[in-house]
């Protein structure tokens, strides 16, 4: 569970006429390419509620077009303050330590610090993983999985008494497949008991998600499952598209799916989804729940460019998960 707090809740109330189940931020996007000084861009990143309002990772990619990794804050969790300097991580096993690249990052508190993960350089792509209780110093742990792999993302409180986490094993490139896996550790070091969660969708039953797939923000815990958000990936004449839909896993057992929803929630339409670095990506890292309205709201990344906003109803989400469900 994210400690909550007093802080306004960034929100925005479904335009009329709109028939979404979630609906963009009027003024997506929220945060520039450029804001650092150093920035080309801004995109597929993190936020949690900290302190009286709200802290993140965000994924910098420099001008030299190198992926850092940048703390940011808020009060209202729609205009960020991030900082120009990148995160120095500490701690590290030598071995591991030496920075190569981090981006897509996720972050979550449990138990009593927050926890972050990312995709993260060590001889290819893997699962890097590290803790904060302030947002200023990160604590590195050993990276969760062998390379290849992406899209390392925790749940919010240990499952039968162990961390879990869900991943999407990959190559070294622009990886043409993928699946969900679901694996489990005592102690954010050793992980283990890796069960299959999900596979691409076929292509004539729901195409958006027929080449791979990847876990989004960290899922939420709800009475019919965890929701969790991921994007799914057409392989078009033009390229990768990358929209996003919703599934159901059981609570205890996450790797079993109760219900993945056949259409997609959001797909690239508007310009800055479709226009930037990469065309037409949507990509969700991050998601606030205000328990108390059941209000989601939802950050992706636009285009590998920008990142943006998008609202909806945790219990609308479920509804429309089950009754599109392709399961
Ligand atoms: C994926 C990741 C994401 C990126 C997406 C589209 O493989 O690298 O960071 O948003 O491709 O380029």
Redesign the pocket.
């Known amino acids: 569970m994210n400690k909550m707090n007093k802080a306004p809740f960034p929100w925005e109330n479904k335009p009329a006429g709109d028939r979404g189940v979630i609906w963009r931020y009027s003024a997506n996007p929220i945060i520039p390419r450029d804001l650092l000084s150093t920035s080309n861009s801004i995109?597929?990143s993190a936020v949690v509620p900290f302190d009286d309002g709200y802290a993140g990772v965000f994924?910098c990619d420099d001008t030299n077009r190198r992926m850092r990794l940048h703390a940011g804050f808020s009060v209202d969790g729609i205009h960020w303050n991030i900082d120009e300097d990148d995160i120095r991580l500490i701690d590290a096993d030598a071995e591991i330590g030496a920075w190569v690249y981090g981006?897509?990052p996720r972050v979550i508190w449990i138990d009593d610090r927050y926890y972050v993960t990312w995709?993260n350089g060590y001889h290819g792509p893997t699962i890097g993983c590290a803790w904060t209780t302030d947002f200023r110093t990160f604590h590195q742990l050993e990276n969760a999985f062998l390379p290849f792999n992406?899209n390392g993302i925790l749940f919010p409180r240990k499952i039968n008494g162990r961390f879990a986490m869900l991943s999407r094993p990959s190559d070294n490139g622009?990886?043409p497949f993928g699946d969900i896996f679901y694996s489990e550790s005592p102690d954010m070091t050793f992980w283990g008991r890796h069960r299959h969660v999900m596979s691409p969708a076929k292509f004539e039953l729901s195409a958006w998600q027929c080449t791979k797939i990847g876990g989004g923000p960290i899922p939420v815990e709800t009475p019919d499952g965890w929701l969790l958000l991921y994007h799914g990936v057409l392989t078009s004449c033009n390229g990768?598209v990358?929209s996003f839909g919703s599934a159901l896993l059981d609570l205890h057992e996450p790797w079993k799916v109760l219900a993945r929803s056949g259409p997609y929630l959001l797909s690239p339409q508007k310009d800055y989804e479709c226009i930037g670095d990469?065309p037409n990506?949507t990509?969700p890292c991050a998601a606030l729940h205000d328990t108390a309205t059941g209000r989601l709201a939802i950050y992706y990344?636009c285009a590998?460019t920008v990142t943006s906003l998008a609202f909806g109803y945790v219990d609308e989400i479920v509804a429309f998960t089950k009754r599109t469900s392709i399961v």
């Open positions: 995109f597929n994924r981006y897509d995709c992406r622009h990886t990768f990358y990469v990506v990509f990344g590998d």
